[in-house]
């Protein structure tokens, strides 16, 4: 007899190592069963046939399905990530719109099974008020500069930069939204533990501090050319909108582009010489049947994405900082408990103060949102947080 | 008794020396009254106050109208020019669109009520395909360089290019088409005789070789800040779309943009980097609510003219060079007729293989439509006459 996975989560882990993002028959498999028994139908082979021959070679050499999913789990834990699937209160709902727009001739257009993701955010509300700024590898300065500055203007005015890790023209989002001390989002095409490219090594190390990276392949899994444009998907779903900044005639980002035009997200583009390489992509959106919105500045981004003219000074529609999505009780904790220090639950309610036992209540709540790690019964800032 | 212009030309003539282009009051007693009784009228102060007033001075100091008329004629033919009115067979109809679009706010956005022409082409004919290509004085080397690409692919295209003859874009688009072998037409904001800015001198003599000088004011008349604006209207109705390749903020060639859109014509602009100060007019463009069109080639051009996409080789509307205009019988023979002879209507009817009474009877349309000059009853190729 099999034996199986223990939990969901793990089931789930299991399967995103064995299949590919957005492969229609599992998808159908899990619209009917639970991940753990799709895992015993799959070891078993009571499953359609392609998805058989699909799985036959990994099954045969994975006699235990559960010491394997203990496996990845273990490794899932040893690189500081964690593992979010649908259902989960920090699970972007956002994500289940690519329901909506998968088709028989995209059938990979689906929603991810789980993600990996490293980071001490919540993944919800962070993406909440997102945007993603994708384009060009082999970006110009000229489309280095823009990106940088948009993403700087548009983090300081509380919007969370999501981006693909790559060179170019992602690179230099990133790093704008982090100069700001943004908690910006890398939505990969490998494994979280040892993103692709190693030219970006430091600015994952950055991102894995101060924002997340996010992926639906468990780590150890390579980035592949497939597994860029199934990511891209992602991008353009978790976020009210994308702005392409440079797109060369044929580019990922208009990929990009397209998955966010057909989720109705806002489209964008920022314009460039005519005379330049990088700029043929992006005007190439402007005369497609998208309408895609030309945008110069931070300003006319967050006008298109709220509907709402003027200055960035206008309140956007979300929080600017990370402390400023929690409660307030939950604020007055956090800001009560001083870095470097562990502090007892009364101690800290007295400082705060508050009743105990809310502070208590709070506290736990805050420790599964990784704002605070618990020792016994002290507490103490988690690494990273910023109050 | 007042000594009358004694043709509706002349007093048409008259009328546009002593009143600027647009005047409601002038317009609606046209409306109401033929040219030479609107100058009876205005002699004898039998008109509106405002238009007495405004008129008064000019009138005082010119005692007989008809000799002042006279006067504009003989300077309008010195300096090779003519007048065409409406009705006029060259009359461009599509001036008319005009008066859809003038309102309280903008009486002066009505169609010119004269215009004086340097060329020796059907004006009417000349912008039955045509798109007019302006921008900023201020153009940068990108600018200019894209204007003139652009004006030189439309050309070979079959288009006439119309501008304002102005430094920069202007004549960087007038430029191009001329280097094509094109009769583009610029419309100007002065006479006809001596166009503003000086710096342009040679390329005006070019124009007025090859293509079209065009002005609502007489000989004489000065560039002034005011009929720039006023000049707008005109290239943008003329026109079956515009191309604002680049323009500052705060730029005449948005206002004709704006003319443009308000007329229904396709308004297009091409894109430049966000960073220079001469795209941010164009940039604007594209974010406000006419829908301008993003452009990178004369393709694109055509292809938003037309509502046909494809590459250049499509056949455009309209003919492609100046002959292709002419019917079957016309072109025989024009090309019948060898350059720098002079010769008999039978004879050349034999030549083109016509009976001499067709021929006669088309000669005298060509002759009209200065494709060939009369002596006696001989016939020559006119100067500047392409078969």
């Not at 890790?165 to 170019?168: P, Q, S, Y």
């Given at each position: 007899m099999t034996n199986l996975p223990n939990d969901a989560r793990r089931a789930l882990m299991l399967l995103s190592e064995l299949v590919e993002p957005g492969d229609a028959e599992l998808d159908d498999l899990l619209d009917e069963a639970e991940p753990i028994e799709a895992v015993k139908r799959i070891w078993e082979g009571d499953v359609p046939d392609r998805l058989r021959r699909l799985t036959g070679a990994a099954v045969s050499c994975t006699p235990d399905p559960a010491d394997r999913a203990e496996q990845i789990a273990a490794v899932t834990e040893a690189c500081g990530a964690r593992v979010l699937a649908p259902?989960?209160?920090?699970?972007?709902?956002?994500?289940?719109?690519l329901h909506l727009v998968c088709d028989a001739d995209e059938p990979?257009?689906?929603?991810?099974?789980c993600l990996w993701v490293r980071g001490r955010h919540d993944l919800a509300e962070l993406c909440a008020t997102s945007v993603s700024i994708v384009g060009s590898r082999a970006a110009s300065e000229y489309g280095q500069h823009l990106a940088d500055d948009l993403a700087a203007d548009l983090t300081a005015a509380g919007w969370t930069i999501v981006s693909g890790?790559?060179?170019?023209i992602d690179r230099a989002a990133h790093l704008g939204s982090l100069a700001r001390g943004g908690a910006t989002v890398a939505v990969l095409?490998?494994?979280?533990e040892l993103p692709y490219p190693k030219a970006n090594h430091s600015m994952f190390n950055l991102i894995a501090e101060q924002g997340m990276l996010l992926s639906?392949?468990?780590?150890?899994s390579s980035a592949m050319k497939h597994r860029f444009l199934t990511r891209n998907r992602v991008i353009a779903a978790l976020t009210a909108g994308t702005v392409v900044v440079e797109a060369a005639d044929r580019s990922g980002a208009r990929n990009t582009a397209r998955y966010a035009a057909e989720l109705g997200r806002v489209l964008m583009f920022t314009p460039g010489p005519v005379t330049s390489s990088q700029s043929i992509g992006v005007h190439r959106l402007a005369r497609e049947p998208w309408e895609a919105r030309l945008v110069t500045s931070a300003e006319e981004v967050v006008e298109d994405l709220t509907g709402i003219g003027g200055?960035?000074?206008?309140?956007?529609?979300?929080?600017?900082?990370?402390?400023?999505?929690?409660t307030e009780i939950e604020a007055r904790l956090v800001e009560s408990l001083p870095r470097g220090y562990v502090v007892e639950t009364a101690r800290l309610a007295a400082v705060a103060g508050l009743p105990t036992e809310v502070a208590a209540e709070t506290l736990e709540r805050l420790q599964r949102m990784r704002w605070v790690d618990r020792i016994d019964n002290r507490w103490r800032l988690a690494r990273g947080s910023q109050p």
């Open positions: 259902g989960d209160p920090d699970w972007p709902g956002q994500l289940n719109d990979h257009v689906r929603p991810p099974r890790g790559a060179l170019g095409a490998c494994g979280v639906e392949w468990p780590p150890g200055p960035l000074a206008t309140p956007p529609p979300a929080q600017r900082r990370p402390i400023d999505r929690l």
